[in-house]
């Protein structure tokens, strides 16, 4: 996957340069996801590896499907992609492009696991909280993992901060036999 991301990114840092000069930051996003998924269909994606099947076609089949949402410099931008066969990395392009995005307008996204759901009350007060911490807006992707017993587990990017049970009783179990 790293190789993938590796290839993906100067792409996306282009595109995303190219959507921000022009502040179309939201369109870009929106017809890159949209191309990605085409790029991802099993019926295309067996296309985009065929040595028999034009990449300038390729190409022009993803600007019918997303072009209403580029402008000229993306659907020049989907071409570029087809002629050097990288239509294949528009899912990584895409996952790419949306950090720059939410980097460039200050939002994290935080995936919260907690051992039971959150009520609204209490995804405002953490919110409130890392936004606090990470000096960002913060957008909460919450899930229920039951093995944490009780707490909760955060990660935004690198940065993750177990407040679980579970990881509470780990820590205690192995201090007491260390």
Known sequence: MADRLTIARPYARAAFAEARARDRLEAWSQALHTA????RDERVASLLGNPRVAPEA????????AGPELDEQGANFVRTLAGNRRLGYLPEIAQLF???K????GVADVAVTSATALDAAQQQKLAAALERRLRRKVRLHC???PRLIGGAVLKAGDLVIDGSLAARLERIAYELTA
């Open 36 to 39: 990605a998924a085409v790029a």
């Open 58 to 65: 390729l190409g022009q089949l993803l600007l019918d499907v």
């Open 98 to 100: 949306d950090e720059l």
């Open 102 to 105: 939410d980097a460039a307008q």
């Open 143 to 145: 899930s229920i993992d």
